[in-house]
């Protein structure tokens, strides 16, 4: 059965977001432990924490995303994966633990893929455009403004104040 171990690799620099993923990575190892002892009951019990904390953890990354405008693709992801894990469930209650198993077996790639695409994404963006996750405003620039003084505003697709047209030929 397949561990999760939590690496440097696996950082973004984002302490919150580091700390909600080595939870994750541990809830993880519960779940594919609880799996391999072959206790059905106990494999739910673990899984329901961990879709617990993942529902949590995905809850807390949309928060930061819409305070700064993110892209939305990331919230759709986090919502792709929320359902499979409830189907999961749903099925492991009844019994079938086929898909159970292959997630334990895949779940590390994604997280791996996620955490160094999308989350390092996130995070960088965050540190950016001075966005503090622990108090959720906007952290003073040097010059005394912040990010939302700019003309860009702290979205990461928007546009400056009036752009000027581009020529037509």
Not at 38 to 46: H, I, K, N, P, S
Not at 95 to 111: I, K, M, Q, S
Not at 136 to 158: L, Q, R
Request: aromatic share 8%.
């Amino acid at each position: 059965m397949t561990i999760l171990l939590w690496t440097k690799q696996l950082e973004n620099g984002l302490e919150r977001m580091d700390e909600t993923h080595r939870e994750f990575v541990e809830h993880y190892n519960v779940v594919a432990e609880a799996l391999k002892g072959g206790d059905r009951d106990a494999f739910l019990a673990a899984y329901d924490a961990f879709v617990e904390h993942t529902e949590a953890h995905f809850a807390q990354e949309n928060r930061w995303m819409e305070a700064v405008d993110f892209p939305a693709c990331h919230r759709g992801e986090h919502e792709r994966v929320l359902a499979v894990l409830r189907d999961i469930r749903k099925r492991a209650a009844n019994g079938d633990l086929f898909l159970a198993r292959r997630l334990v077996e895949e779940l590390p790639t994604w997280f791996d893929g996620h955490t160094n695409g999308m989350d390092a994404a996130l995070a960088f963006h965050l540190q950016s455009v001075g966005y503090d996750v622990e108090t959720g405003e906007f952290k003073p620039k040097a010059d005394g403004g912040s990010c939302a003084d700019s003309p860009a505003g702290c979205a990461c697709a928007t546009l400056t104040a009036n752009p000027e047209p581009a020529e037509q030929n």
